[in-house]
């Protein structure tokens, strides 16, 4: 019996020796990461522009370091490409995403990664942003402050006006989305309530709040079924019936958070909001805008201070 137990006391000591080694093995095998590599990339762009892409930042932990990193780059699907540096090239209208490896020449790390997209737009209305009842070019304005091509409004006749079809993008105020000139058509611009009143051209102006309101709160024949690059703007809820009939084709914009020196920007493809030239009648401080918001088939209209939100707008004649 004590032979028995010897015997199998020296079988437990071989295997626990046997898969501490293996474990010993193992560890050794693990590699050590490289960390922290990136590269700026804008977010916008418009077709043709070429970016010269740098890498940084990339670092490890482990004593040793790595003397040189190897950098590979590639786009979408592509095939990497090794360099220092990369140049992209937008040639199109398209969504661009940029991939970046950092390794070591002698395969002693993990390699650390980064990706960065450009959507690449052209900023002539129904090239980029598309859908049902975008343009009707029949009926349309240019804007002569602005540069020709991007300056165009078309527009609908309800009731006693004309309302602009699609959202004021004049360049001598307010804010591009994400601080991207290049977004001002189509999306338009984020204007402050007081850059608001003076921003529409020669002979249109800002809507009240009760000519916005004439248009009916059903948010459906007000909103149109758009693409941005492909992208649909009112994804996210499909429930309401975006029919349009009013012509009035409004997109969810967002809005911006202006600040002194970065303004943010919010609720893109779920929000479109729009300043009235309704001032409260209880403080002056605060004026009227109408929104929609995705999830529900219904036109709201509430008070802000003029200058805490940059809105969208619409000029009527």
Request: hydrophobic share 30%; with cysteine.
């Amino acid at each position: 019996m004590r032979r028995h137990l010897l015997l199998y006391t020296a079988l437990a000591v071989s295997v626990l020796a046997t898969l501490s080694c293996k474990k010993d093995e193992e560890k050794d095998e693990t590699k050590p990461y490289i960390y922290g590599v990136d590269f700026k990339l804008v977010t916008f762009a418009r077709p043709g522009e070429t970016y010269t892409l740098k890498p940084f930042g990339a670092y490890t932990t482990s004593g040793d370091g790595v003397e040189k990193y190897v950098y590979k780059w590639r786009v979408n699907s592509g095939e990497y490409q090794e360099g220092d540096t990369f140049t992209l090239k937008l040639n199109e209208v398209g969504n661009y995403t940029v991939y970046l490896q950092a390794t070591d020449p002698d395969e002693n790390y993990y390699a650390s990664t980064a990706s960065r997209t450009v959507i690449v737009i052209d900023p002539a209305l129904g090239e980029t942003l598309t859908g049902t009842g975008i343009t009707f070019r029949s009926v349309h304005i240019s804007d002569p402050r602005d540069k020709t091509g991007e300056n165009e409004y078309y527009y609908t006749h309800i009731g006693d006006l004309d309302w602009f079809r699609n959202n004021l993008a004049w360049t001598g105020d307010g804010l591009a989305y994400e601080n991207a000139e290049v977004t001002s058509y189509p999306l338009g611009r984020y204007y402050t309530w007081d850059e608001a009143m003076t921003a529409c051209p020669d002979g249109w102006r800002l809507p009240t709040e009760e000519e916005w309101a004439s248009l009916g709160d059903e948010a459906g024949p007000l909103m149109c079924d758009a693409y941005l690059n492909s992208k649909r703007m009112w994804e996210y809820w499909p429930d309401v019936d975006k029919t349009n009939e009013k012509e009035m084709s409004i997109i969810p914009a967002g809005y911006a958070l202006p600040a002194i020196t970065t303004p943010s920007f919010k609720r893109l493809y779920d929000y479109a909001a729009f300043w009235t030239s309704t001032e409260s009648a209880k403080d002056s401080r605060l004026a009227a805008y109408r929104y929609i918001y995705v999830e529900e088939n219904e036109v709201h209209t509430t008070y802000a201070e003029k200058g805490s939100l940059a809105l969208s707008v619409r000029c009527v004649r």
